[in-house]
Nanobody
Framework: QVQLVESGGGLVQAGGSLRLSCAASGRTFSIFAMGWFRRAPGKEREFVGTITWNGDSTRYADSVKDRFTISRDNAKNTVYLQMNSLKPEDTAVYYC????????????????????WGQGTQVTVSS
């Protein structure tokens, strides 16, 4: 079993920055690909970004590309989501997710391929 705990959410003005963290415990973190997803009020959950086990490969949704950056520190069992140039439309609950499938070598964009989820952290961007 894997436990994921997100932190770092909050209220920020448009154009500002936040860094989310996701701390993992349980199974060996380094073999997991990690993803970030979000759910805005009244909308479906959507993919934000993902990273392979060693950080060599990342993928992002078009809506956040060039603004958000995913990184990880396997020594700390933590994955990060650096969010810059935030927009009101980035307002959502952000979730991190982990998958041991594919040995961490693939970084899926489909939420169905993730087995473990955190409880989420709220990000609110004011205009």
């Amino acid at each position: 079993q894997v436990q994921l705990v997100e932190s770092g959410g909050g209220l920020v003005q448009a154009g500002g920055s936040l860094r989310l963290s996701c701390a993992a415990s349980g199974r060996t973190f380094s073999i997991f690909a990690m993803g970030w997803f979000r759910r805005a009020p009244g909308k479906e959950r959507e993919f934000v970004g993902t990273i392979t086990w060693n950080g060599d490969s990342t993928r992002y949704a078009d809506s956040v590309k060039d603004r958000f950056t995913i990184s990880r520190d396997n020594a700390k069992n933590t994955v990060y989501l650096q969010m810059n140039s935030l927009k009101p439309e980035d307002t959502a609950v952000y979730y991190c997710a982990a998958t041991p499938r594919f040995g961490g070598l693939r970084s899926p964009v489909d939420a169905a391929e993730y087995d473990y989820w955190g409880q989420g952290t709220q990000v609110t961007v004011s205009s």
